[in-house]
């Protein structure tokens, strides 16, 4: 069975773009979460989508913004792009959402704002 | 706020020696998680043990909880120059939102 898979790995952008990441989860997953990793704040919830709908979201600003497709994939939209969020992005995918299930993590996208 | 506090933050032992690692949580979990973490790579889960449970094994690793410390230990035993990575315990509150709160790891160097 194929990964959980990111795109794109490596992204650099400058202050005020915007970015769209994409996660596919491994097959038959129907959840999929989304973490922020930054040397300073550590792993960081973002949000989690579970039949094209957001369960739960963490404490980020409207300006991070994601959806979940009906085949479970799924993207994250960041606007305006400061340069604090730089960071490793990482989706996860699980067969349901909640914690009683592992997570199974992708490689992460690597955002550098500059 | 880190819902875990991994205990060290870093960790160097000489191959075959045991490594363990604390972790200390604030509120009464549904239950916690153990990840690795190879440098600047995704995250992969080790073992998940539940409120109710004290003690689980998985090859040469074994986690303990104690819910009235608010604490969990994962040891590993006879490690390998492989076994260096970051090490992070995740945990999902009771009555809360079940999302997983990660703390902000070990990292383990073992040296061959």
């Known amino acids: 069975k194929a990964g959980v898979t990111q795109t794109p790995r490596y992204l650099i952008k400058t202050r005020g773009q915007q970015v769209t990441l994409s996660c596919s989860p491994i097959?038959?997953?129907?959840?999929v979460s989304w973490y922020q990793q930054t040397p300073g704040q550590g792993l960081q919830f973002l949000f989690e989508?579970?039949?094209?709908?957001?369960?739960n979201k963490g404490n980020f600003p409207g300006r991070f913004s994601g959806r979940q497709f009906s085949n479970s994939r799924s993207e994250m939209n960041v606007s305006t792009l400061e340069l604090g969020d730089s960071a490793l992005y990482l989706c996860?995918?699980?067969?349901?959402?909640?914690?009683?299930?592992?997570?199974?993590f992708g490689p992460g996208t690597r955002l550098t704002v500059t | 706020s880190q819902q875990g506090e991994e205990d060290p933050q870093a960790l160097s032992i000489q191959e075959g020696e045991n490594a363990t690692m604390n972790c200390s949580y604030k509120t009464s979990i549904n239950n916690l998680q153990w990840y690795r973490q190879n440098s600047g790579r995704g995250l992969v889960h080790l073992i998940l043990?539940?409120?109710?449970?004290r003690e689980k094994h998985s090859g040469r690793l074994r986690v303990t909880l104690d819910t009235s410390k608010k604490s969990s230990s994962l040891l590993i035993t006879a490690s390998r120059a492989a076994d260096t990575a970051s090490y992070f315990c995740a945990t999902s509150s009771q009555g809360g939102s079940e999302k997983l709160v990660f703390g902000k790891g070990t990292k383990l160097t073992v040296n061959p």
């Open positions: 097959s038959g997953h129907r959840s």
């Open positions: 996860a995918s699980s067969l349901d959402p909640g914690s009683a299930y592992e997570q199974y």
């Open positions: 989508y579970f039949s094209e709908t957001q369960r």
């Open positions: 043990i539940r409120s109710n449970e």
